[in-house]
Structure formats: structure tokens, C-alpha cells
């Protein structure tokens, strides 16, 4: 009943206004009395006030009409919100004041000269189209400035329906950004959640009695029968799910704002739309990722995760429809995972602040509970503490976020991500959560595909996802009962350096003060001393096959074989051993775009045998051997074709562990996983004519793990200075700085 009681309240005020104009006695031409706001939008609630305004024309005298029109108005027990302005000021004011402007967009006739009424909202509606490139930054700040200060509708404790982030007033401004014709959003989408968060507001002016947009804790219950709701969650369920969509489609058509001001104002540009290639199936049309027309969701259950990535690294928009085509078309991920679906999935987890407006589309689009059904029980749930900022499933995204910064602090990023992801899965039943929660995140895990010992890894760090930090706010670590609660339940280093990165990234998407200097003073150093007590050793290196070695490299060439592996191949190649070898395969790979997963290499006698593992299934060994000769032969210079293009985001590192061998000198490499990175480290250790004796290469979700055996040419292993110069080399070049790289030298 709702939407016909506005109707009728508008119906009432507008014959208030009418006799109120009639009764004055004004002429009927040159003046005319208009409502604006949201009583021009006929959406007036119980308690709203009445926005009107005297309009005249500029060589008419409103006389006493200007006062006379508003005593009976006032009579009549309603708030007025009422000002007197010729057309000439109406247009005037609305160019210095954005708010007056959008406000005439909703201008609709009440009395006196229709055709007036019409002039000024064609006026309004042609300055507004006519100036919309200059005013929309100061729309966008002004919208920004209001999100930062007020917060979000869905996360809020006491959320406002008018001014927060999804609320009625972003509503407002997305018919005012399509009134532009610069860009268009779901015309049906949005009016459906307008109109319900209308119907919110309407009965909470009911239930309290009084004009507010602001819904207290103690309202909730209250609101429920007027909404047709069973019970207080069900109330606070409905309204965040409404902010939550309504946030979701302004942030997407202010996205698409700022791609339409990137872009020139040619109408050829705008009839011709590029097509970029992003990855199989994904392409980028401005500025959001879409899909080639040739791509086959139905065949590709890869497709959806794919497109994510690229959108989400990208910082980009996923494009609502294509979303949708592939959640309603993709085929189901077999069960369990490939290792690529995998790898994917934590790349799209670890791609930082992008993954919020990528997973927001996945969520509305009902993409997430294909992948991922668990996700239902956490989805919209209000978090029982007040100290969090968002509801639980938004700050398990958060905490991704923050997690996807750590990632260089750990040795398996891919489990710290997966366990980000589902650290409070358990939530919304009556037991404890972390409790719920591990046999949740055991059966996701292997679904994912994870070896079992991962599965057991991220099972028991959603189980003990806060024991850090409340041993180490409640416990004395200098006791050594408090160490061995946390050794008895974390079993390994692996496990505690995991879970100290989960704890921080935790903390961090809660609250701002949640992960205080003190706080992570304490948990920091009780780490340590769990970590101490383990006493960390480093990890054996597996001992190495012996191949037979070719003819033909025996006489000085190369052997290179490609083998079928699962979803991708294997490559194996043989060569006489030389200082930068390994820089020339790494390139070859490089240079073809082939991604590499995983690579093996040790010396055997005086040849080199390496051994990679790459996702492309289809690799040509025919154009990898000319790919490779052409490095060698010194016909491609590598190093100008992998100059990193973008060394924003997290810094590399690069670690000396004198523990780790006797023999050799072990560089431990961590770097953002790009087309590249392996060649650039290979080619900065070869300059310094430092032996790669054995590497160790993984790539780990979004990050490159890479260890590397070193020694001196012919000798053993490095000095603390020569170590030194080596790591800084590598830190240098994985940064931008190619100049430690001399071009090499294949003699």
C-alpha cells in the first residue's frame, strides 16, 4: 500500500498548493507555483516537507502572491521548505549551486502558468546536459566527500536511508547522471530498490512518529510488520540488501562516468568502441572487461573466474551483463577444481582494492554462490559486535584486501588468501563460529583441489583464526604454558607465520584501531616465541634425477622436449652449463607469453637440465626452439621487451638465508607474478657472472616464489659482500632499474 499512499499524500499536498495559488488571485501567465525534490518526484513521506517554489517570470511582479500563497500552506499544519525566484535566478542559482540544480531535474507543475513550469525544466534539463562534462567531477567529489562522512547504508549500525552510501539520495543522483545521456544504468533496477527503500522510510516515519532518515537499533523489530518482514534480521537483511545494490550500481555508473570524461568527445570514438584482448574468451571496450564474441561460456568453466581477474588486477569494471551471461551460462567448475580455476581464484582474491567493485558485481549477479554456495550463510549477516564496520561478508572481502598486502611475509600466499576468504564462513549459527567454521572451510578446500595437507593448513588457521591475537591480549608469554597453547594448536612455522599475516589482515578490515601499535606489538612478538620454540629449521632440497643426455647436446646444441601436463605441459630442456643459461630459457618462455607455474632446475656433470612447468597446454616446441636460438643467437634482446611496465603496487624482496645450504648461497625471491620476472632475476645474477646451481620457482596465486641455489663460476658459495650485491642487483632490476643488466654474453 505503500507506493498508493505516497500517491495519495502527494495528491492531497498538490491540492493544498493549488487552492493556496488559486486564493491569492495571481495572474495566470508569468507565474507559477512549482514543487521540486522529492516532492517534485511525488514521494512524499508521512513527515516530509512540502519543497516549493514561487516561480516568475523575469518581467512579472509576483506582488503579494509572494507572500499571500504561503499562509495557507502554513495553516494547514505542513513544513514548508518554499523561496520566490524569477527564471533568470532559477538558472543562475542552479549553475553556482549543484544541489539546486539536481533539485530542478525533479521540477513538476502545481498552479498557475504551465508553459512557465515547462520552460524552466527544459531550461534546466539543456544547461544540464549542455554543461555535464564541467559539472560532473564536482558532483562526483561532493558524492565522494558525503560516502567518506556518513559510511555505507548496508554495513552502518544505525543506518541513514537518505544521505549514506546506497541510500535514497545516491538514487537521486543516478537519475540525474542518466539524465545526462552520457551514460545509462538498469532503469528497472534501480527504480525497484528506490522504491522499496521509499517504503522503508515511509513506515519509519510511522514507527517513530516524526520526519527521520535514520534507523536506530530499537527500530529494527518495529519496522518488520510494516514491511511485511518476519522478525528484526529479516528487516535489517531487506534494507542492507537494498544500500548494497544501490551502492553497487552508483559505484559502477561513476566508473563509467570517468571512462566517458577519459574519453575524447569524437563521435567516431564513439561509434567505433575498441576491443582488446585481455585473456581466451576476455576482452576490454571501454574501460570494462566483456567478453569476445566467440567465447563459449557453456564450454569454458574457467570463463567466469577469467574474466574476474582481468577486471579485478585490471581495476576495471566487470561488466553487470557479462557477469550475469556467465553466471546463468558458465559450466560448473568439476569438482575438484583444476589447478588453474585455483590459481585464479587466488589471483582474483590477492588483486587488492580492485577485488571490492568485482566481487560486488559477482555477488549482485549471483556469480559468487555458483563458485562459491557457502557464501549464502555469511551474505548481508550483521556482524553481532559493534566494533566492526561492515557486515560479515563484506569484511571477509576487506580482509582479503588487507591480507593480498602480506602476501610477501609468507611462503604459501594461496593458503593465506583461501583462508581470508573463508575465516568467518562459520558465522550465523549458534556455534562459535571458528568452531563452525573449520569443517566449512575443510570441504571448500578440497573442493578447491588443495593437496590434503593444505586442506588440514587452512581448515585449522579458520579454527584458530583468533588465537593469536587473544592469547596475546590475555595470556603472559613469558609463560611457557601460553607458547605451548599456540605450538599445540598451530602443529608448524608454516601454519603460525600464516596465521600472524590472517590475524593482521583480520584486524585491519574490523576497525582502524583494531590493529593498534600495541596490539600488534604483542601478537607480533608472541609469534616469535612460538616460532622460537619450534625452532625453525629450513627446509631439505629434494635430490634431482639424472636424465640421459643427448647427442646432440653433448656436441654443444640443445635439447628441449614438451610433454602434455593435466591442464597445461611440461617442458624439459637440456644445455651445456653456462653463467646465464637459465636467463635465456626464462626469456624464451617470457617472450612467448607462456605463464610459468612452476620450474626445477640443477645442474648434472657440466650440463644444466630445468624443468618447467607452464599453463598453456598447447606450447609449440618448434617455435619455442626458434624462440629460444633467436636469445641465444643474440637476434632479440630480451631485456627491452620485459622492461617491467608498472612497478606500482608491493615492492619485491629478496632474502639471503646463509642457513639454509653449505654449498651454495640461497637467494629467496618474492615478486608480483608478470610476464618476466623469472628472466629479469636470472639476467641480474648472470651479470654479476654469479652459477644458479638450483632453482626453485612457484607461482603462488598472484606472487612468484622463487629460490635460488648460488655460487661463484666454478667455485663455492658467495661471500656476505658478493650475497649482498647480488640480492640488491635482483631487488634492483624486478623494481625498473635495468641498469646492473649488461647484455649477455653467449660465447
Known amino acids: 500500500m505503500s507506493p498508493r499512499e505516497r500517491s495519495d499524500r502527494t495528491a492531497a499536498a498538490d491540492a493544498l498548493c493549488v487552492a493556496a495559488f488559486e486564493k491569492t488571485g495571481a495572474p495566470v501567465t508569468g507565474l507559477s507555483l512549482v514543487a521540486v525534490g522529492g516532492y517534485g518526484r511525488g514521494e512524499l513521506a508521512p513527515y516530509s516537507d512540502l519543497d516549493v517554489v514561487l516561480v516568475h517570470a523575469d518581467d512579472v511582479d509576483p506582488g503579494e502572491a509572494a507572500e499571500q500563497v504561503w499562509y495557507p500552506l502554513w495553516d494547514s499544519g505542513s513544513r514548508l521548505d518554499h523561496s520566490v525566484r524569477s527564471l533568470s535566478e532559477m538558472v543562475s542559482t542552479a549553475g553556482q549551486d549543484l544541489k539546486v540544480a539536481l533539485g530542478l ?108 532518515d535514520r534507523v536506530a537499533p530499537e527500530h529494527w523489530a518495529d519496522l518488520a510488520p510494516g514491511l511485511g518482514l518476519d522478525g528484526e534480521a529479516a528487516a535489517q537483511v531487506h534494507v542492507r540488501d537494498l544500500g548494497r545494490a544501490i551502492t553497487h550500481l552508483s559505484r559502477l555508473t561513476w566508473r563509467r562516468v570517468e571512462s566517458v570524461l577519459a574519453r575524447p568527445t569524437s563521435p567516431r570514438h564513439a561509434r567505433t568502441p575498441a576491443l582488446t584482448r585481455l585473456a581466451p574468451g576476455v576482452a576490454l571496450s571501454r574501460g570494462e572487461v566483456v567478453l569476445e564474441a566467440d567465447a563459449r561460456p557453456d564450454r569454458d568453466p574457467l570463463l567466469l573466474l577469467r574474466a574476474a581477474v582481468e577486471a579485478a588486477e585490471r581495476d576495471v569494471v566487470l561488466a553487470p551483463p557479462t557477469a550475469a551471461r556467465l553466471a546463468r551460462e558458465a559450466a560448473p567448475l568439476p569438482d575438484p577444481w583444476p589447478p588453474e580455476a585455483r590459481h585464479l581464484l587466488v589471483r582474483l582474491l590477492a588483486s587488492g582494492r580492485g577485488l571490492l567493485a568485482v566481487w560486488e558485481t559477482l555477488e549482485e549477479t549471483g556469480a559468487v554462490a555458483r563458485a562459491l554456495p557457502e557464501w549464502d550463510r555469511i551474505r548481508t549477516l550483521p556482524h553481532a559486535s559493534p566494533i566492526h564496520r561492515f557486515t560479515v561478508d563484506r569484511h571477509v572481502v576487506e580482509t582479503c584486501i588487507e591480507a593480498a598486502s602480506l602476501i610477501r611475509d609468507v611462503g604459501r600466499p594461496d593458503v593465506l588468501m583461501v583462508a581470508a576468504l573463508l575465516h568467518d564462513i562459520g558465522k550465523g549459527g549458534l556455534t562459535e563460529h571458528s568452531v563452525a567454521g573449520e569443517p566449512i572451510a575443510r570441504a571448500v578446500a578440497t573442493r578447491m583441489g588443495f593437496e590434503p595437507e593444505d586442506v588440514e593448513r587452512i581448515a585449522r588457521l579458520v579454527r584458530w583464526h583468533l588465537l593469536l591475537a587473544e592469547t596475546a591480549t590475555t595470556r603472559d608469554p613469558e609463560d611457557p604454558a601460553t607458547v605451548a597453547l599456540v605450538t599445540d594448536c598451530l602443529v608448524d612455522p608454516e601454519t603460525v ?229 647480488a640480492a640488491h642487483a635482483v631487488r634492483a632490476v624486478l623494481g625498473g632499474d635495468l641498469s646492473v643488466l649488461t647484455p649477455p654474453d653467449h660465447e
Open 105 to 212: 531535474l525533479d521540477a513538476r507543475h502545481l498552479a498557475g502558468d504551465a508553459h512557465l513550469t515547462l520552460q524552466l525544466r527544459t531550461t534546466m534539463l539543456t544547461h544540464w546536459r549542455r554543461e555535464a562534462r564541467d559539472r560532473l567531477p564536482e558532483l562526483r567529489d561532493l558524492v565522494r566527500a558525503r560516502h567518506e562522512l556518513l559510511g555505507e547504508l548496508a554495513h552502518l549500525s544505525v543506518p541513514d536511508l537518505k544521505e549514506a552510501a546506497g541510500g535514497l539520495r545516491d538514487a537521486t543522483v543516478l537519475k540525474a547522471l542518466v539524465a545526462t545521456w552520457l551514460v545509462d544504468v538498469p532503469h528497472g533496477e534501480l527504480e525497484r530498490r528506490r522504491l522499496a527503500l521509499l517504503d522503508v522510510r515511509d513506515v519509519l516515519h510511522g514507527v517513530t512518529g516524526r520526519a527521520t
Open 497 to 725: 607465520t600464516l596465521l600472524l599475516a590472517l590475524s593482521e589482515a583480520d584486524a585491519r578490515a574490523t576497525a582502524p584501531k583494531a590493529w593498534s601499535t600495541w596490539r600488534a606489538g604483542l601478537v607480533t612478538d608472541l609469534a616469535r616465541r612460538v616460532l622460537a620454540a619450534m625452532d625453525v629449521d629450513a627446509p631439505a632440497v629434494d635430490p634431482q634425477p639424472d636424465l640421459p643426455v643427448p647427442a646432440a647436446v653433448r656436441a654443444g646444441g640443445f635439447d628441449l622436449q614438451v610433454e602434455a601436463d593435466g591442464d597445461g605441459a611440461r617442458v624439459t630442456v637440456l644445455a651445456p652449463d653456462r653463467v646465464g643459461l637459465l636467463a635465456d630459457v626464462a626469456a624464451m618462455f617470457a617472450l612467448q607469453r607462456a605463464s610459468v607455474r612452476a620450474a626445477r632446475a640443477w645442474a648434472q656433470d657440466d650440463y644444466a637440465i630445468s624443468v618447467w612447468d607452464v599453463a598453456d597446454q598447447l606450447v609449440d616446441p618448434a617455435v619455442l626452439r626458434q624462440r629460444f636460438e633467436a636469445v641465444v643467437a643474440g637476434r632479440i634482446d630480451p631485456t627491452s621487451r620485459l622492461r617491467p611496465a608498472d612497478t606500482a603496487g608491493l615492492a619485491p624482496t629478496v632474502g639471503v638465508r646463509p642457513e639454509a645450504s653449505r654449498g651454495a648461497t640461497v637467494l629467496e625471491v618474492r615478486a608480483a607474478d608478470r610476464p618476466g620476472v623469472l628472466y629479469l632475476t636470472l639476467a641480474a645474477l648472470a651479470s654479476l657472472d654469479v652459477m644458479v646451481r638450483s632453482a626453485h620457482v612457484d607461482t603462488l596465486g598472484p606472487q612468484a616464489v622463487d629460490v635460488f641455489y648460488v655460487q661463484e663460476d666454478g667455485a663455492g658459495a658467495l661471500s656476505e659482500p658478493r650475497a649482498a650485491e
